[in-house]
Nanobody, 125 residues
């Protein structure tokens, strides 16, 4: 299984970015894909996730109303549309994949078996 995260960059506060997580080597529909982020000196935290089979979504409270997760099954890709970006959103963003399906948000890194390499998002004026 390979995950390729991309789309990060430098953006001003209030700006937008769209991250992509392209998956290969797996049966896409069997997985939950989660986006996590890690700021310097902090633990990796769950941001958003989606069950590919059901479309069920979870979002961290800190990004609700600003970030939108979606999937394209034909491309084996999950997107994270990030709007109204804030300084506090600065971090390396990772996507993870798991075949575990549980009720509720899957925000624990231990739940995920596979990880992409990360993409840097910097919000700065």
């Amino acid at each position: 299984v390979q995950l390729q995260a991309s789309g990060g960059g430098l953006v001003q506060p209030g700006g937008s970015l769209r991250l992509s997580c392209a998956a290969s080597g797996l049966t896409f529909v069997d997985y939950v894909i989660g986006w996590f982020r890690q700021a310097p000196g902090k633990e990796r935290e769950g941001v958003s996730g989606i069950s590919i089979s059901t479309g069920n979504i979870w979002n961290a409270d800190s990004v609700k109303g600003r970030f939108t997760i979606s999937r394209d099954n034909a491309k084996n890709t999950v997107y994270l549309q990030m709007n109204s970006l804030q300084f506090e959103d600065t971090a390396v963003y990772y996507c993870g994949a798991t075949q575990r399906h549980v009720l509720g948000p899957m925000t624990r890194t231990d739940d995920y078996a596979y990880w992409g390499q990360g993409t840097q998002v910097t919000v700065s004026s």
